[in-house]
């Protein structure tokens, strides 16, 4: 279906000022607003249109897309409507309005709302990935009556407040003059249906609050604080509508043998002064247990060693990146009678070959 012109649907020229094409679409809006035109299905098409308009022409970035290459050009860029989606437009409208309207759309059953809980994992888990089980309270279908409010077998008749359709209309004021706003009964709680005998389990409200048990898995290469979501997981929503999401967000424990930076892994070792001078063998801790390292003559504080391979995997990919132990010179003090004799007598040969050395080395 061929799109209509950004500017037409707005009823803007192509000149106008952000403030202009601000002002048309709130004029569209008031007039075109679901809430204002529950009984009309043309209106809620047109204000979709004029939300996704205004959300292309009130940037300034996707305006000159659209002003230079059209449609074809804002989907090229990898911008479409249905990404935009209707939540964005709802936002659209929430910035414009605030509660004007009750805070967005009220028509059609609300969705669950979404549930966060934490778990702690430690960087061991990390290099492989591990599972979890979380444990939450969440809002779920009455099973007794299976959500529709009733003790099983007694009968329910529509609401007589709101003839049924769950909802009344209320006049209110707001800053936009007289307007009509759609609510969900509060008789029947917006359901259209009176339950003649409450069910003994939910006291007709069709939903428990429950204790849920949930396997999660963690993958390997996660960051401190990402987030797993679990479509669907989250409280129940009204009858007909979506379940809420479950978050899972995700602390990753320090460890102070460790930092972290990516899929790198920095380790601090402590080599005494001697072993960095001679050379020699330490062991140094890695993600997977003590590991024998070659410390090589001549190695100078701060210099890394590398561990090829011995670091995280990516969150989401292959290998794994590397370890890097950075020396730290450990020298001696309290050194007893023969200790600094030797260290002296080091020192005076070190300092010879000093004095032989250096006048030669212009
Ligand atoms: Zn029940
Ligand atoms: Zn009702």
Same mark, same amino acid.
């Given at each position: 279906?061929?799109?209509?012109?950004?500017?037409?649907?707005?009823?803007?020229?192509?000149?106008?000022s952000?403030?202009?094409?601000?002002?048309?679409?709130r004029?569209?809006?008031?007039?075109?607003h679901?809430?204002?035109?529950?009984?009309?299905?043309?209106?809620?098409?047109?204000?979709?249109?004029?939300?996704?308009?205004?959300?292309?022409?009130?940037?300034?970035?996707?305006?000159?897309?659209?002003?230079?290459?059209?449609h074809?050009?804002?989907?090229?860029?990898?911008?479409?409507?249905?990404?935009?989606?209707?939540?964005?437009?709802?936002?659209?409208?929430?910035?414009?309005?605030?509660?004007?309207?009750?805070?967005?759309?009220?028509?059609?059953?609300?969705?669950?709302?979404?549930?966060?809980?934490? @778990?702690?994992?430690?960087?061991?888990?990390?290099?492989d990935?591990?599972?979890?089980?979380?444990?939450?309270?969440?809002?779920?279908?009455?099973?007794?009556?299976?959500?529709?409010?009733?003790?099983?077998?007694?009968?329910?008749h529509?609401?007589?407040?709101?003839?049924?359709?769950?909802?009344v209309?209320?006049?209110?004021?707001?800053?936009?003059?007289? @307007?009509?706003?759609?609510?969900?009964?509060? @008789?029947?709680g917006?359901?259209?249906?009176?339950?003649?005998?409450?069910?003994?389990?939910?006291?007709?409200?069709?939903?428990?609050?429950?204790?849920?048990?949930?396997?999660?898995?963690?993958?390997?290469?996660?960051?401190?604080?990402?987030?797993?979501?679990?479509?669907?997981?989250?409280?129940?929503?009204?009858?007909?509508?979506?379940?809420?999401?479950?978050?899972?967000?995700?602390?990753?424990?320090?460890?102070?043998?460790?930092?972290?930076?990516?899929?790198?892994?920095?380790?601090r070792?402590? @080599?005494?002064?001697?072993?960095?001078?001679?050379?020699?063998?330490?062991?140094?801790?890695?993600?997977?247990?003590?590991?024998?390292?070659?410390?090589?003559?001549g190695?100078?504080?701060?210099?890394?060693?590398?561990?090829?391979?011995?670091?995280?995997?990516?969150?989401?990919?292959?290998?794994?990146?590397?370890?890097?132990?950075?020396?730290?010179?450990?020298?001696?003090?309290?050194?007893?009678?023969?200790?600094?004799?030797?260290?002296?007598?080091?020192?005076?040969?070190?300092?010879?070959?000093?004095?032989?050395?250096?006048?030669?080395?212009?």
């Open positions: 279906m061929a799109k209509r012109d950004y500017y037409e649907v707005l009823g803007v020229s192509r000149r106008a952000g403030d202009e094409i601000k002002k048309s679409f004029r569209l809006a008031r007039e075109l679901p809430d204002v035109n529950a009984h009309d299905p043309e209106a809620e098409e047109k204000f979709k249109a004029a939300a996704e308009a205004y959300e292309v022409l009130s940037d300034s970035g996707r305006r000159r897309t659209y002003d230079q290459l059209g074809d050009g804002l989907r090229a860029g990898g911008w479409s409507s249905e990404t935009a989606g209707f939540s964005s437009i709802q936002d659209i409208f929430q910035t414009f309005f605030g509660d004007a309207f009750g805070g967005g759309f009220s028509r059609g059953p609300a969705a669950g709302g979404d549930v966060l809980v934490g @778990v702690e994992v430690s960087l061991r888990d990390v290099l990935g591990t599972g979890r089980e979380v444990s939450f309270e969440a809002i779920s279908v009455c099973e007794h009556c299976h959500g529709n409010g009733a003790e099983p077998g007694t009968p329910i529509a609401c007589e407040r709101c003839e049924g359709t769950g909802q209309q209320e006049q209110m004021r707001s800053v936009f003059g007289q @307007v009509v706003r759609a609510m969900p009964c509060n @008789v029947c917006g359901d259209g249906r009176l339950a003649e005998t409450p069910c003994e389990t939910c006291s007709g409200a069709g939903r428990v609050a429950d204790e849920r048990t949930w396997e999660i898995d963690v993958p390997a290469g996660i960051e401190d604080g990402q987030r797993i979501r679990i479509s669907g997981a989250g409280h129940a929503g009204d009858p007909g509508a979506r379940q809420g999401d479950l978050y899972v967000e995700v602390s990753v424990e320090a460890d102070d043998r460790f930092i972290r930076q990516g899929t790198e892994i920095v380790t070792l402590d @080599v005494p002064v001697t072993t960095a001078m001679l050379g020699g063998e330490l062991t140094v801790p890695t993600l997977e247990g003590e590991l024998t390292v070659e410390i090589p003559a190695s100078q504080h701060g210099e890394v060693l590398r561990l090829p391979g011995m670091g995280l995997p990516p969150l989401r990919g292959s290998g794994r990146g590397d370890q890097h132990v950075v020396v730290e010179l450990l020298v001696p003090r309290d050194l007893g009678d023969d200790e600094q004799e030797l260290a002296r007598r080091l020192d005076e040969s070190l300092g010879a070959r000093e004095s032989a050395t250096s006048p030669r080395t212009d």
